[in-house]
């Protein structure tokens, strides 16, 4: 158990339609990262927020957003779904900003996300 | 981000130890070498890290070539619970190394 905790496990819904992920990090870590993993590009980095504020982007659709609250659990909201957007979310947090090198990352056990 | 570059796949016998090779030849020299796992139907975990000498902590070693260009992952002794794709990953100390950039990694399967 990373400590790291996502809800929910799984999700299906139709596409258009728009979905919430919820991510709660590992008690005392102030960074969540956002990863997409699916089977043609493999886990992908979305979106980084440390202490509240977005700190770094990546390859996140304009249609996906993020925000980390002042609890810092963190919400990954996913709208106008598609078929391709099918795929699981893993949430990972860590003690600081990431700009260390060694800073080890604590996955969640992910959402799985099915768009009918 | 530096490229690594790993087998896709690799078979051990349980209780053997297993040697998981990474490529990295454009290496610079302010990057660590990572190493997560991923078990199946779970997220990426933590393994192991290690700039220029060789580490050690309770899952693995990790064995880092004098050139840096390439290293090895070693599990002392193979269980079934160990079955898992290795990623190889670098990290910069400087710039924008807040990210984990996976590859494909290795596929490792343990036989019972």
């Known amino acids: 158990d990373s400590g790291v905790t996502q809800t929910p496990k799984h999700l299906i819904t139709a596409t258009g339609q728009r979905v919430t992920l919820r991510c709660s990090p590992r008690s005392g870590d102030l960074s969540v990262y956002w990863y997409q993993q699916s089977l043609d590009q493999g886990l992908q980095f979305l979106i980084q927020?440390?202490?509240?504020?977005?700190?770094a982007k990546g390859n996140i659709l304009e249609r996906f957003s993020a925000q980390q609250f002042p609890d810092l659990h963190s919400e990954l909201n996913l709208s106008s779904l598609e078929l391709g957007d099918s795929a699981l979310y893993f949430c990972?947090?860590?003690?600081?900003?990431?700009?260390?090198?060694?800073?080890?990352?604590?996955f969640g056990p992910g959402t799985r996300l099915t768009v009918l | 981000d530096a490229k690594t570059t790993q087998p896709n796949s690799m078979e051990s016998n349980e209780e053997e130890p297993v040697h998981l090779p990474c490529n990295h030849s454009t290496i610079s020299g302010t990057d660590y070498i990572h190493w997560y796992r991923q078990l199946p139907s779970q997220g990426p975990e933590y393994v192991i890290h290690?700039?220029?000498s060789n580490v050690n902590n309770r899952m693995a070693s990790l064995a880092i070539a004098e050139d840096r260009k390439s290293s090895t992952l070693i599990l002392h002794r193979a269980t079934l619970r160990d079955a898992a794709v290795y990623y190889c990953i670098l990290k910069n100390s400087g710039g924008s190394n807040y990210k984990l950039t996976f590859g494909k990694g290795t596929l490792l399967t343990v036989n019972p």
């Open positions: 290690g700039l220029t």
């Open positions: 990972a947090s860590s003690v600081e900003g990431g700009r260390d090198p060694y800073n080890e990352q604590f």
């Open positions: 927020y440390y202490n509240g504020e977005e700190r």
